[in-house]
């Protein structure tokens, strides 16, 4: 329910904001700005994606888990998409994003809080862990 809520009001927003940002500035300026947000927005995705792929490398190449950086990544491409969007409330959403400083403080939080789960390294048969096992019997107690 409120995601639909949110996908009624969202746009209904969008449109207010552009209409009193265009009788401010004047259409053809809001225009103009959407449009460069666009341009804009494809460029932050095409180099930001490239640097991202390398870091992810070099820290897989150390042995490193590039958790944080893979989420950086994902989120410099969502804000990226939110400039491609026409709209001057998902521009400002996606420049507050593109902030490095708030998006690995945001990047930070998602690990720290389990929303993203990373698994345990694994051996080669599949399971996790150093691949030991420890026979051994057991009998109830309560029996």
Do not use: H
Not at 92 to 119: W, Y
Request: glycine fraction near 12%; aromatic fraction near 8%.
């Amino acid at each position: 329910m409120r995601f639909l809520v949110v996908l009624v009001l969202f746009p209904l927003i969008e449109v207010a904001v552009f209409a009193q940002v265009g009788g401010k500035i004047g259409a053809m300026w809001a225009v103009f700005l959407t449009l460069c947000t666009a341009f804009l927005g494809m460029f932050l995705i095409k180099t930001q994606g490239f640097r991202i792929i390398t870091q992810v490398r070099e820290q897989v190449a150390q042995g490193q888990m590039p958790a944080q950086t893979v989420l950086s990544g994902v989120m410099v491409f969502i804000c990226g998409a939110l400039l491609l969007i026409p709209g001057f409330v998902t521009d400002t959403l996606a420049l507050i994003g593109l902030i490095p400083a708030v998006r690995q403080s945001m990047a930070a939080a998602i690990l720290s809080k389990g929303l993203i789960i990373r698994n345990a390294p694994t051996s080669g048969r599949g399971q996790q862990g150093s691949g030991n096992v420890i026979e051994g019997q057991y009998r109830r107690e309560d029996e």
